[in-house]
């Protein structure tokens, strides 16, 4: 179950995360707790894997504002990372980009479940 705490712990900056919900804790942890059934990394993955990286770039920008706006620490400086290499049509191997990234996606699952 997400609580402010395991949030913290998760990295998150929690204080300014509910600063953007208005100080609504309830609301914060729901937001926070639809991130790890989010299907934008499922189809990040699969763009990235299909070599769209234009797809790739606009799915990646669009997690970027969600975990940014959610403050979602250690997702968003990866997801960001990513979105800036995209952004440029690099053409390279990101296979172990979105294994961080999924891999925090699991990991704050885990913490939700």
Same mark, same amino acid.
């Given at each position: 179950?997400?609580?402010?705490?395991?949030?913290?712990?998760?990295?998150?900056?929690?204080?300014?995360?509910?600063?953007?919900?208005?100080?609504?804790?309830?609301?914060?942890?729901?937001?926070?707790?639809?991130?790890? +059934? *989010?299907?934008?990394?499922?189809?990040?993955?699969?763009?990235?894997?299909? $070599?769209?990286? #234009?797809?790739?770039? !606009?799915?990646?920008?669009?997690?970027?504002?969600?975990?940014?706006?959610?403050?979602?620490?250690?997702?968003y400086e990866k997801v960001v990372?990513? +979105? *800036?290499?995209l952004r440029a049509r690099t053409?390279?191997?990101?296979?172990? $980009?979105?294994? #961080?990234?999924?891999? !925090?996606?699991?990991?704050?699952?885990?913490?939700?479940?």
């Amino acid at each position: 179950m997400l609580t402010v705490q395991n949030l913290k712990e998760f990295g998150a900056n929690v204080e300014e995360g509910l600063q953007r919900c208005y100080g609504n804790e309830a609301l914060y942890i729901r937001l926070c707790g639809t991130i790890p +059934t *989010e299907k934008k990394f499922d189809e990040l993955a699969a763009a990235i894997e299909a $070599k769209d990286l #234009d797809t790739a770039f !606009d799915t990646a920008h669009a997690l970027k504002g969600v975990l940014g706006n959610l403050c979602l620490s250690p997702m968003y400086e990866k997801v960001v990372d990513i +979105t *800036e290499y995209l952004r440029a049509r690099t053409d390279m191997d990101y296979s172990k $980009k979105i294994a #961080d990234i999924l891999a !925090d996606r699991d990991r704050l699952r885990n913490i939700a479940e």
